[in-house]
C-alpha cells in the first residue's frame, strides 16, 4: 500500500498500518495464551487501548492536517508541524506499550496490591493525616489568618488617604468613616 501522496506523513501512516496489523495479531496471541482468564488481565487489556487509541489519534490528526492543507487554510503549516510533533510523541509511547504488553511487573504489582489489602504493610499508613486532622487544621488556619487580618485592620489609625489633603477632599466622607 503507498503512502506517498499523503507526505509529509507518508512513513508516519505506514507506522500506523504496520502496527495496527501488529495490535491484531497480539490480540490473538493473548487469546491464546490467556483464554478466558484474559478478562482479568486489566493492565494488559488497557495496553491494547492505549495502542489502539493512540493509534486512532494519529490517524485523525493527520487527516485534519491534511484536509487543512488540501483546502489551503492560512494556518495549515502550523496545522502539519503539530500534526507532526505529536505523532513523533505518539510513536514512542506505542512502542513502549508494545514493549510493556510482555515485559511489564504486572504480575508483582498484583501480587503487593494483595498483600496491602491483607494488612501486610500497614507500616504505610504510619504517619497519614486523617481527613479529619487535616478539616481541623483547616479550621484553625482559617481562624489565625481571620485574627492576623482583624489585628491589622485594627492597626491602622488614620486611613492612608487622610495623609494628602488634596486627596482627601475629593473623597466624600461617607466613604472614609464607612470602613
Known amino acids: 500500500m503507498g503512502y506517498g501522496e499523503y507526505a509529509p506523513f507518508s512513513d508516519t501512516l505506514r507506522f500506523i498500518h504496520r502496527r495496527a496489523m501488529r495490535l491484531a495479531r497480539q490480540v490473538f496471541h493473548g487469546m491464546l495464551r ?17 495502542i489502539a487509541l493512540d493509534l486512532f489519534a494519529m490517524t485523525a490528526v493527520i487527516s485534519r492536517a491534511l484536509t487543512a492543507k488540501a483546502q489551503k487554510h492560512p494556518d495549515a503549516e502550523k496545522m502539519l508541524r503539530v500534526a507532526q510533533a505529536f505523532c513523533d510523541t505518539a510513536r514512542l509511547r506505542v512502542d513502549r506499550l508494545f514493549r510493556e504488553l510482555w515485559h511489564n511487573t504486572d504480575s508483582e504489582r498484583y501480587q503487593l496490591a494483595q498483600e496491602i489489602l ?3 504493610h500497614t507500616w504505610l499508613e504510619e504517619g497519614i493525616i486523617t481527613l479529619e486532622e487535616q478539616e481541623a487544621a483547616e479550621v484553625r488556619r482559617t481562624v489565625q489568618r481571620s485574627r492576623i487580618s482583624a489585628e491589622q485592620e485594627n492597626s491602622y ?20 468613616s464607612g470602613r
Open 34 to 50: 490467556y483464554g478466558p482468564g484474559l478478562q482479568r488481565r486489566q493492565g494488559f487489556l488497557f495496553r491494547w487501548v492505549d
Open 118 to 120: 491483607e494488612g501486610r
Open 157 to 176: 489609625s488614620v486611613s492612608p488617604l487622610e495623609d494628602h489633603p488634596s486627596t482627601f477632599e475629593r473623597v466624600p466622607s461617607e466613604m472614609l
